[in-house]
């Protein structure tokens, strides 16, 4: 299993050996790709900087995606967690077979508004891969002592091409406080980027042994939406941008021989 910043969407890469993992026995190449970069961020959120405990709340947006369903399986390590995740209402089925209680279609609801109705003092712990305004409600959803880990700006993309209008209003909306009034509110604010821990070598592969020892256990295996060869990265692309995935997409260099086959036929 490789780590890397970029360039890994060709046939052969270079990187640091101590960027490099041992895949665990039973474990499938597709499945390699899709563990480190989702369940390492899922990890780090959920345990180092949210210290997740039994008896708690989590709010995970965008909860079918990558990120979103290793912090589903992560949670259901840990006791009696109540897992609210958002996700368009299609998915919600997969969703409650995952383990999310409470499935919310952040398309047709406020999902603040949802989040309150079933617990009136909010949750404990926000994952927020959105930025902007959605940011700020996440910080109002927090329960004392809550913990907010926005690791994500999903809000500037909005289609197949730039939009300066949505990344001009998600600037504006950019959420800011100051220290003082993190003091009154007993809240916590930690921002997450894996890109940016190159270096921290011996912490990440502490954290890969603990992944690596709960894939073994059963207890969390990366979820596959689809895989695609280099040919269709564009196919592969628009699965995402409409939303349609539940799980990971991941591309190979070429087709799996069934399909080849299926194409020649």
């Known amino acids: 299993m490789v780590l890397a910043r970029s360039g890994l969407w060709q046939e052969v890469v270079n990187v640091p050996v101590s960027h490099t993992f041992p895949m665990p026995e039973g474990m499938s190449f597709e499945e390699a790709a899709g563990l480190l970069v989702n369940y390492i961020t899922a990890y780090m959120i959920?345990?180092?900087?949210?210290?997740?405990?039994?008896?708690?709340?989590?709010?995970?947006?965008?909860?079918?995606?990558?990120?979103?369903?290793?912090?589903?399986?992560?949670?259901?390590?840990?006791?009696?967690?109540?897992?609210?995740?958002?996700?368009?209402?299609?998915?919600?089925?997969?969703?409650?077979?995952?383990?999310?209680?409470?499935?919310?279609?952040?398309?047709?609801?406020?999902y603040a508004e949802e989040v309150r109705k079933i617990s009136p003092k909010g949750v404990d712990i926000v994952l927020d891969p959105l930025g902007g305004s959605d940011t700020s409600k996440a910080f109002n959803l927090l329960?004392?002592?809550?913990?907010?880990?926005?690791?994500?700006?999903?809000?500037?993309?909005?289609?197949?091409?730039?939009?300066?209008?949505?990344?001009?209003?998600?600037?504006?909306?950019?959420?800011?406080?100051?220290?003082?009034?993190?003091?009154?509110?007993?809240?916590?604010?930690?921002?997450?980027?894996?890109?940016?821990?190159?270096?921290?070598?011996?912490?990440?592969?502490?954290?890969?042994a603990k992944l690596v020892n709960l894939y073994s256990q059963g207890k969390i295996k990366p979820k596959i939406d689809s895989v695609w060869p280099f040919d269709q990265v564009a196919e592969a692309m628009k699965q995402m941008q409409e939303k349609k995935n539940v799980g990971k997409v991941i591309l190979v260099p070429e087709a799996p021989k069934e399909e080849s086959k299926k194409a020649e036929n």
């Open 46 to 110: 959920l345990f180092d900087f949210g210290n997740l405990r039994p008896n708690q709340s989590v709010l995970i947006h965008m909860a079918a995606g990558g990120v979103g369903t290793a912090a589903i399986q992560l949670c259901k390590t840990v006791e009696n967690v109540t897992i609210f995740g958002t996700a368009s209402a299609s998915k919600h089925e997969s969703l409650k077979e995952s383990g999310v209680a409470h499935p919310i279609d952040y398309r047709t609801m406020d």
């Open 143 to 208: 329960k004392p002592m809550g913990k907010l880990i926005t690791y994500g700006v999903a809000n500037l993309l909005t289609g197949q091409k730039k939009n300066l209008m949505a990344m001009a209003k998600t600037w504006w909306n950019q959420f800011s406080i100051t220290a003082l009034q993190l003091l009154h509110q007993n809240k916590a604010v930690c921002g997450y980027h894996l890109g940016y821990m190159d270096e921290e070598v011996e912490l990440l592969r502490s954290v890969v």
